[in-house]
């Protein structure tokens, strides 16, 4: 083991980083666009532009593209607080970087087209198998396909998904007999967003549409394998301590901060209507009551030791890797453990706080309505879905895992 210099450290106050500082000023800003984010089911350009300004579409660039390389618990905190301020601007940031980690494994002239004028290049799309169908041709591939959750579509320039490799009618084969998956960025330009597929209860602003492309000429520079390859040895390519950790340091803890910050905001939301209001038939405050106080300290309590869960997790990750040392599989199974159980104690945070609020809670426009609505939305993604407690408790038992934590 090595010892680990002074910049190789994480920041020992988060809060103090200028991004996060960043983050938390903007987030009155956020709250005055609520109404054209509801109403739109996009981040206004105004805003979007502010958050270019901000540098958080470059946080997660190497420094050598222009980018800020950031540490994973400085991401974690500026989505965080973000989606304090609205659900949507949280994840749409989030997603946003996790697109751009994952075109890092470009081969060097698509990272160069992608990144070369700009580091806060916006990527769009999903990183998920399947959508797409694609026919090799000279220098790259013909694709067509649809594809779900387009979160951001509005303000990207490239979209990100995936697609099925046929020789002819038949699907390509790999060794073991498994279809072969690849990766590829379009033209934002090349894509149409299907109008009405984003249909839902909360989230709204994030324009997760379904998106096309029909018959597509995509060059193999903006090609990367998909099955087989684990996330994170596609990014290992570039210097620093950020692009050495396993994926699990970033894919689950970037959705886990966005439940975490609306909790927060849910908890607060709580806290001003109990100072506020005289519940029907009573003479006392709600905030009187002794059993709103109890679920205040208890919704506060589980959630930070949630946060806290979280952050232990991803600085022991670092130092690991810091250390020269590899990470094992129970650490990689405890930090994806970890932003799942963060997430499962935001969702009883917020549980607690909606019940306290009383008839007000389900009110379209109370902010615990709001908050309650976004959370659910956020707590179905399969990043934080129940499935992961067995996988982590597998490879904690010994037992094979799955290709899921490899």
Known sequence: MRQIADEERLPADVDDQPLVRAAAALQPVIRRHHDEIEREQRLPKALVEQFHAAGFYSMVIPRELGGL???????????????????????????????????????????????GHRADTVIAGTAVMGGGRAVPVDGGYRVSGRWPFGTGCQESSWMLGSFQIFDGEQPRRSPDGASVYWRGLFARSEARIVEGSWDVTGMRATGSFD??????????????????????NQWKR?????????AQAWVGPHHCAVIT???????????????????????????????????????????????????????????????????????????????????????????????????????????????????????????????????????LMSMDPGPRLR
């Open 69 to 115: 390389q950031v540490d994973p618990l400085t991401y974690v905190r500026v989505v965080e607080l973000l989606a304090e301020a609205a659900g949507s601007a949280g994840w749409n940031v989030a997603n946003n970087s996790i697109g751009q980690l994952v075109t890092l494994g470009l081969p060097d002239e698509g990272v160069q087209e992608i990144y």
């Open 211 to 232: 998106w096309t492309v029909d018959d597509v000429f995509l060059p193999e520079r903006r090609t990367m394998v998909h099955a087989g390859v684990p996330l994170d």
């Open 238 to 246: 570039w210097p620093g301590i950020s692009y050495a950790l396993p």
């Open 261 to 395: 910050g609306i909790a927060r905001a849910g908890i607060d939301a709580l806290i001003e209507l109990a100072a506020e209001k005289t519940p029907r038939g009573r003479t006392g405050r709600l905030g009187d009551n002794p059993q709103v106080q109890d679920a205040v300290g208890r919704a506060d309590a589980i959630l930070n030791a949630g946060r806290a869960g979280r952050t232990a997790m991803i600085t022991e990750i670092w130092n690991t890797v810091a250390a020269g040392e590899e990470t094992t599989l129970e650490q990689r199974a405890r930090c994806r453990l970890a932003a799942v159980h963060a997430g499962d104690c935001a969702r009883e945070a917020m549980d607690l706080m909606y019940r306290q609020g009383g008839s007000t809670s389900y009110r379209r426009e109370s902010r615990l309505a709001e908050c309650w609505r976004d959370l659910q939305v956020v707590g179905q993604a399969a990043t934080l879905a129940p499935e992961w407690y067995p996988i982590g408790g597998r490879a």
